[in-house]
């Protein structure tokens, strides 16, 4: 397990912040998987560091709900959990829908542009193999409009789930044919903006979302 290649000292401000943040992308990237031991020891002297900032960042996974505490067995990968997609999408359709109205009136010419041409690149993408591709270009879109709405602070606060969103989405644009039915819901959100149809773009982002979180949940859990 090379749990060194999570490091980031750029993305944080103390010892503790940069295991939680190694920890946190490793669960995330399955390295870690559900039902693995965490033991502080261990993770310690993988990373080079002493046992306090492991036992915090435990902490903080726990409270999270990504680790959990077993009796006899210590710290375990809680993993992503059935409860946590239904969560993480609620607030996502919270934030993003509310987002809408911001969209609608800060937009510029240039950021419509560029999220058709996206959304056109997108489209050629999707009839390839290349999901990797789609996936990334799909980040850009959603952040682009995302960033339009000129919300500093409602961004900040989607960016809290960005590694729950960035494996869900990952889930979901690789299977058909999800990923064609989302961007049809990308391009009827965008031409509803593009209308200042703010009543309208909201519906369909409310919709697209649900749909998301659906397929979500039948491609991870499966047998819902």
Not at 22 to 32: D, G, N, S, V, Y
Not at 100 to 114: C, L
Request: net charge positive; glycine share 4%.
């Amino acid at each position: 397990m090379k749990l060194l290649g999570y490091f980031n000292p750029a993305e944080a401000r103390t010892m503790r912040d940069m295991v939680y943040r190694a920890l946190r992308k490793a669960i995330f990237e399955e390295e870690l998987k559900a039902g693995d031991r965490l033991v502080e020891t261990k993770l310690a002297e993988m990373m080079g560091v002493s046992r306090t900032p492991v036992r915090e960042a435990l902490q903080k996974l726990e409270t999270e709900g990504l680790v959990k505490h077993l009796p006899r067995r210590g710290v375990v990968v809680q993993g992503i959990q059935i409860e946590d997609v239904i969560e993480i999408y609620a607030i996502r359709e919270a934030l993003e829908t509310a987002a809408v109205s911001f969209i609608v009136d800060h937009i510029t010419p240039a950021e419509k542009k560029e999220l058709f041409r996206l959304l056109d690149e997108m489209k050629q993408l999707a009839k390839t193999e290349g999901i990797e591709e789609l996936f990334q270009k799909s980040q850009e879109f959603n952040e682009l409009l995302l960033r339009s709405s000129k919300m500093p602070r409602l961004i900040n606060l989607v960016n809290t789930y960005k590694e729950y969103l960035t494996k869900f989405r990952k889930v979901t644009m690789s299977k058909e044919p999800r990923k064609f039915d989302a961007l049809s819901e990308h391009e009827a959100i965008l031409r509803a903006i593009d209308r200042r149809d703010i009543r309208e773009a909201q519906e369909l982002m409310r919709h697209h979302i649900n749909r998301a979180r659906w397929e979500c949940l039948k491609m991870i859990f499966k047998g819902l």
